[in-house]
């Protein structure tokens, strides 16, 4: 068992692994598999099991069916969750990489995530979400591993479970880790109100396939130009920009002006200047006891007094950020944020790109 | 039908039913008593199609996760709001940062409470044509810094009616409407909140009718800076009871309504064109009314931060100024012979009281100055233009008519 958890979670194991699953085709029973996915995701009835996707053989985690394995240099923080990423694109069709960076992914295409921890259940995934490209839009699903581990079942409503894992630093922790519910998917991946990808843009995204296996996913695969810095690499970028890749990532699915959170007034994508929009001096609109007492959500200079970091570095509900999704204290993503605004010039303007 | 669940919500468990074309309207009921009822609550709230009612039985419903509601057209309906109804318990909640989340249109929320949410008790955004009626929302423990914020929280949403509901311990505002369009609040009681009912960055609102008392500040219209919809203007407040709003501010420091001087009846910050009328006001310590600019510092070039065209006539005014609240309240008491005059305006903008009493400017015309440079003196505000009279906020028939 401890050798699958290390296949399933261990990059390197799955880079290893790539050669064989990356390349499209050459899968047994292929049109068969193909064509049971296709009926899965135009069925007017949700499947109720994972199974019914096909997308691993022998519906072993481990063994994802040929897809596109991908990572991302920031990832979205997820209670130290390991996530194994890939798509599922329907045969014979290539997704593009837009203008903007946005991966415009065919009609038929499944983005499959799933979650698990190597200390927990032996590294077997506790569950997996997906979002099909339905040609009336994009549907996203949760499904929750089984106890036998043999297959995933719907859980439209969500659901808390309890995990128990080390998180890097050594710290054990014992969670009640929320399983989001339909809408809470749709919550964060909501822009105008229809549900999109958000993890996979161009700039953050990481195909694990070489560029003769890449140009079978994508169209134009050269314009795959990961620009957007690794939030935990000090090699990749300054704290700032590395902060602002972590808040895009982890904060602005809702805080855009199409989002969630477009209410706020707070909008932290990549792209977003840093003004008062983006938090500095900003007082709190509607943070209740999420303001911690303080008057801005970044006080240039003084992480203490900027309720940022206040309802990161909590769990408590009505305080917490994200409101979803979250059930431990980023450490490391929270400190880097510290630094940063640390960093800042009190004068308020130092924030300026 | 408590204790039963129906068939639809049955079918939630098996295979979920999602979009299948149009199908007659049903009604999903679901009961607090049985094994994972919060759990088929959500996934009923889920599964139901348009036209469905969503029907809640009497009891208490236990929740440690936020509710939320995506589609169009449902009715979710309880056995009541009041003792022996139906009851949405949140004093466990581990997430979400509301009770309830509305993101779809044309939804009635009905006969039923929610209680002791860690943040927002019922949020909607961009939900429009939304109908809160006959609803409680409720810290059951009093008046405390560490209640959730709001507790009726419509937001960016095109005509919104807030009816017959009750709002109770908020630390923040009680019934709050945010950057929305063409808003009634009415035949409400707002009470032991911060704030009772706020109307903020929002266009054309009628508040009337509702009963606003031991809140700290009644009734507030405010606009602020830095937001997606901001010039908020076209408010009426009338034929309300305001009284006696003298419960100490509680609110989490940072936030604005922090800043509202207990023993407030109704203050209007940094709008155009609010009327005051036919109110009856009394028993607030700092003011009945009060008419202030945005005296904070922003760095927001399109936003207009004085109160123009204020009209306030024909109130009922009682006892008031007895105990002002604001930074320099005591000392302005003092030099005013013990207490001040029921109608305050800190001199910024302009305003029009034809209300029989006797008004106080703080002569701070300049919003760079702070309250302490205020050079208090009575003023007659009762020979200004008066705006033209606002018209009534109507509402599409489909709203009126859930309520009738």
């Not at chain 1, 749709?186 to 109100?193: Q, R």
């Not at chain 1, 079978?216 to 620009?227: E, K, R, S, V």
């Not at chain 1, 309802?311 to 408590?316: G, K, N, T």
């Not at chain 1, 999704?325 to 130092?350: C, D, F, K, N």
Request: charged share 20%.
């Amino acid at each position: 068992m401890m050798r699958r958890a290390a296949v399933l979670l261990c990059m390197a194991s799955c880079l290893a692994l790539m050669g064989g699953v990356a390349a499209r085709g050459g899968d047994e029973g292929a049109a068969s598999v193909e064509a049971a996915r296709a009926d899965a995701i135009a069925a007017p009835a949700l499947p109720t099991k994972l199974s019914a996707f096909a997308l691993f053989a022998g519906n072993d985690p481990a063994r994802p069916r040929a897809s596109l394995r991908y990572t991302l240099r920031t990832p979205l923080f997820s209670d130290y969750a390991h996530k194994d990423r890939f798509a599922v694109l329907p045969p014979g069709q290539r997704a593009q990489i837009a203008a903007n960076g946005t991966i415009e992914w065919p009609v038929g295409t499944i983005l499959v995530k799933s979650f698990g921890w190597p200390d927990h259940k032996d590294g077997h995934p506790v569950e997996t979400r997906l979002l099909i490209h339905r040609s009336d839009g994009w549907l996203a699903l949760p499904y929750i591993w089984d106890a036998d581990g043999r297959d995933a079942t719907l859980a439209l409503g969500g659901r808390r479970i309890d995990v128990r894992f080390t998180a890097p630093d050594g710290t054990a922790h014992a969670i009640r880790y929320g399983v989001p519910n339909k809408n809470q998917c749709k919550e964060c991946h909501s822009l105008n109100g229809t549900v999109v990808p958000i993890g996979p843009k161009a700039a953050n995204f990481v195909a694990m396939a070489d560029a003769a296996a890449l140009s079978a996913w994508f169209d134009n695969p050269a314009a795959l130009a990961p620009t957007m810095p690794r939030w935990d690499q000090p090699g990749d970028g300054s704290v700032a920009d590395r902060a602002r890749a972590y808040l895009d990532v982890n904060c602005a699915h809702c805080h855009n002006p199409a989002g969630s959170a477009s209410n706020s007034g707070l909008f932290l994508r990549w792209t977003d200047p840093v003004n008062v929009n983006y938090g500095i001096e900003k007082r709190p609109t509607a943070a209740g006891r999420g303001s911690g007492g303080m008057d801005f959500a970044i006080a240039p200079g003084d992480p203490d007094r900027s309720f940022l970091l206040y309802r990161l570095d909590h769990l408590e509900a009505g305080i917490a950020m994200p409101e979803v999704g979250r059930s431990t204290v980023h450490v490391e993503g929270s400190a880097l944020l510290r630094e940063w605004i640390a960093q800042m010039p009190p004068s308020g303007q130092g924030g300026a790109r | 039908m408590a204790g039963k669940m129906g068939w639809a919500a049955g079918a939630a468990f098996g295979m979920a039913l999602v979009a299948a074309g149009p199908v007659e309207a049903k009604t999903i009921k679901v009961s607090p008593g049985e094994e994972g009822a919060a759990e088929r609550l959500q996934e009923a709230l889920i599964v139901a199609q348009p036209g469905d009612v969503v029907e809640m039985g009497a009891g208490t419903f236990t929740l440690v996760d936020g509710l939320s509601l995506d589609v169009a057209n449902v009715t979710l309906r309880g056995a009541g709001a009041a003792e022996g109804g139906t009851v949405l318990d949140f004093s466990g909640q581990q997430g979400a940062g509301e009770g309830l989340l509305v993101t779809s249109d044309d939804v009635l929320l009905t006969d039923f409470a929610v209680i002791n949410t860690r943040g927002d008790g019922i949020k909607s955004k961009g939900a429009d044509r939304i109908v809160y009626y006959k609803l409680r929302v409720e810290w059951t423990g009093g008046p405390k810094e560490t209640n959730g914020a709001y507790g009726i929280y419509p937001v960016e949403s095109q005509d919104v009616l807030v009816d017959s509901v009750l709002v109770r311990g908020a630390s923040d505002a009680g019934i709050y409407v945010g950057q929305s369009r063409n808003i009634i609040v009415r035949d409400s009681i707002a009470m032991e909140n911060v704030a009772g009912i706020e109307i903020e960055n929002s266009f054309s609102a009628d508040v009337r009718d509702n009963l606003v008392t031991k809140n700290t500040g009644g009734i507030l219209v405010f606009d602020l800076p830095s937001l997606p919809q901001q010039g908020g203007h076209s408010v009426r407040v009338f034929s309300n009871l305001v009284l006696g709003n003298m419960t100490p501010n509680f609110a989490p420091k940072g936030n604005i309504v922090a800043s509202v001087p207990t023993g407030t009846g109704v203050l209007v910050m940094a709008n155009r064109h609010v009327e005051i009328f036919d109110n009856v006001i009394e028993d607030h310590g700092t003011a009945n009314v009060m008419i202030v600019g945005y005296r904070y510092e922003h760095k927001d070039p399109k936003y207009q931060p004085l109160p123009l065209q204020i009209l306030v006539r024909d109130n009922l005014h009682g006892r008031a100024g007895f105990a002002p609240a604001m930074p320099g309240g005591a000392e302005l008491a003092a030099a005013a012979g013990g207490s001040l005059p029921p109608v305050l305006w800190d001199g910024a903008g302009d305003a029009v009281v034809l209300d029989k009493v006797g008004a106080l400017t703080l002569g701070l015309a300049d919003l760079s100055k702070p309250q302490s440079a205020a050079s208090p003196a009575p003023v007659d505000l009762s020979g200004g233009t008066v705006p033209p009279a606002l018209p009534e906020i109507v509402l599409p028939a489909s709203m009126e008519a859930k309520v009738r």
